[in-house]
Structures are given as structure tokens and as C-alpha cells.
């Protein structure tokens, strides 16, 4: 009881609402101000959306079967548990646990990439300090937020027996949806504005590494690549594509590695598999010099080039070469 008589306010946020808070805060930061969220804004957001992951599937978990967020299950102990003094499993291995032994209805795969890339946005901000663009976080998360929205409504939501922790929960959805809209609407006006300037070089445009979107053209005479979205900065072709496997040529060479390959049309060592905006699902041997394409590269001379009829992994020039050789 305070001094002037007045009972403070409980501290309570049972899983579902707590992970739905966490949810609100996100989308509430990254939509707001009319999609014009300040560094710190976004920061938080990244964070709390990471947390609500976490906390929302965790939470479907324990409304099935408490010991299933365990780590270890055979462990599970019911005094241990409510005092949160155990570790819990990985978002991965939840996934898996709501697919195997649930049995949800989502399609969430343990290995999506939006999961695996939110995480790795988090721990970059958590350990090793962030720059970045807040137009590329924005897209970067909104599959993220389709997944949970959609996870919440199909297989949350339905199961909860507290009539109050539903209207509650329903509530905080509420929220939830308009801030998404508002912010995939947002989104969707600036791929409005740039979509003059990618019509036609679909099959020479790549996913941005940051905001994740197909806006980064190589149309061969560019210097200083950049993301047509969210404006992230590559420098030249090959640093693009250093850049592209995550990896840096310096280091590479250092531990006794090797370049990248060459490309048989310009010739600059900026060649990587990567998706297209034409193909998004398959990989696609490109050069961030120039931005051919190609069907592969030839094991003999290192070349990306379009390979000898019926060889897998010959160029042609190296073809005849050998069939002089006989």
C-alpha cells in the first residue's frame, strides 16, 4: 500500500498476453508516425518482435502440454516451471514440437527464413551494434508478422478457455491488424514508386541482403549498387557480391581461399548463385558486374558461362579443347 492509501497495480501477464503485448509493440513501433518511426522505435521493435515470436509459440506449447516448452521434457517440473528456473527450447525446436506433437494447422516451417533472418537482426542489435535503414527493417519484418498474425488466428486464438483472456487477447489483435495493414500499405506505395525503374530487368534483379526485397538491378553500368527500396549500399559489383555470401574477399584470400568466379562475359570475379526477381525460388549463377546470367560455371577453366550441350559442368571452349587433345 502506497502512502496516500491506494493499492498498487498487479504485475501480471500470463504467456499469451504477454507474447501478444510484445506483438502490439512491435508493429505499434514500426508503423507509427505514418511509417516513419524514429532509430529507437525500431530497435525496440526488432526486440519485441523477436520476444513475441518466442513468447507466442511457447505459449501455444503450454496450452497443450506445459513440459513441451522445456528443453529437456523428461525434466519438466511444475515447481521449477512457475518459477521460470529452466531453459526453454529454441523457436526452431518449438516449431517442430507444434507441428509433430500439437499437430497445428499453420504451415510455419522450423527453417523459415524470416525467422532465421529476424533472429540474426536481433542479435546483431543485442551484441554487436546495427546500421541500417529503417524502410529495410520494415519489409524485413512484415513476413515475420504475417506468419504470427496468421499463427494467432488459426491456432491460438480458438483454443483459449478464459472467457476473459480471449476478449483480451481478441483485443490486443485488434491493434495487431491495424498497425499490419498500415504498415504493409506503407510499404507497398514505395514499391509503387520504383517499380518503373525495375520493370524489365527482372531477370538481373536481386533480393536486397537488408530489407530482403527484389529492388538491388545489375544493369551492368553501375559503380555503386544500391538497394532501389530502401536505398542499403553496396559499392561496386564484386563487393556486392563478397557481400551477397557473406563473406570478404580479403578474409577469404587470408585463410587460403579463393576469389569468386569469373564471369565469362565481362570478365570481373563477381559471379554467386543467388535468386532472381523472374525465378525467387530457384538460384541463379549471376555476375554483380555486369549482370549476366548464366547456366553455370565450368569446373575446367572457372568460368560462369553457358555450358557444352549434354555437359554438366563444362563450357564449350574447354569442350573442343579436349576434343582436340584425343
Request: proline share 3%; with cysteine.
Amino acid at each position: 500500500m502506497t502512502g496516500g492509501g491506494q493499492h498498487t497495480k498487479d504485475f501480471h501477464f500470463p504467456a499469451l498476453v504477454n507474447g501478444l503485448d510484445f506483438l502490439v509493440s512491435a508493429v505499434d513501433s514500426l508503423s507509427g508516425d505514418n511509417g516513419q518511426p524514429g532509430p529507437r522505435d525500431v530497435k525496440y521493435a526488432v526486440l519485441h518482435l523477436q520476444a513475441a515470436v518466442e513468447t507466442l509459440l511457447k505459449a501455444r506449447l503450454e496450452m497443450h502440454s506445459p513440459e513441451l516448452v522445456w528443453t529437456k521434457v523428461g525434466a519438466f517440473d511444475q515447481r521449477k516451471h512457475e518459477a521460470g528456473d529452466f531453459s526453454s527450447c529454441s523457436v526452431k525446436k518449438a516449431l517442430e514440437r507444434l507441428h509433430d506433437t500439437v499437430q497445428i494447422e499453420s504451415t510455419i516451417d522450423p527453417e523459415e527464413d524470416s525467422l532465421k533472418q529476424l533472429g540474426n537482426l536481433r542479435n546483431r542489435i543485442m551484441h554487436f551494434g546495427w546500421k541500417d535503414t529503417v524502410v529495410a527493417v520494415q519489409a524485413r519484418t512484415i513476413p515475420v508478422l504475417d506468419l504470427l498474425v496468421s499463427f494467432v488466428n488459426t491456432d491460438v486464438l480458438p483454443h483459449v478457455d478464459q472467457p476473459a483472456e480471449a476478449w483480451s487477447a481478441e483485443q490486443q489483435m485488434e491493434q495487431v491488424r491495424a498497425g499490419f495493414k498500415h504498415l504493409t500499405d506503407f510499404i507497398a506505395l514505395r514499391m509503387q514508386g520504383v517499380r518503373g525503374q525495375l520493370e524489365g530487368y527482372e531477370h538481373a534483379t536481386a533480393a536486397c541482403r537488408s530489407c530482403g526485397q527484389f529492388a538491388v538491378v545489375l544493369d551492368g553500368g553501375a559503380h555503386d549498387l544500391a538497394c532501389l527500396l530502401c536505398g542499403k549500399q553496396y559499392g561496386t559489383g564484386e563487393e556486392a557480391a563478397w557481400e551477397f555470401i557473406g563473406a570478404s574477399k580479403h578474409v577469404s584470400i587470408k585463410d587460403g581461399g579463393g576469389d569468386l568466379d569469373g564471369c565469362g562475359t565481362c570478365g570481373a570475379y563477381a559471379v554467386i548463385r543467388t535468386p532472381l526477381a523472374y525465378s525467387p525460388e530457384e538460384d541463379t549463377w549471376l555476375c554483380f558486374g555486369c549482370g549476366s546470367s548464366f547456366e553455370g560455371v565450368c569446373a575446367f577453366c572457372g568460368q560462369a558461362t553457358d555450358l557444352a550441350p549434354r555437359m554438366e559442368d563444362m563450357c564449350s571452349d574447354c569442350y573442343e579443347i579436349r576434343l582436340d587433345n584425343f
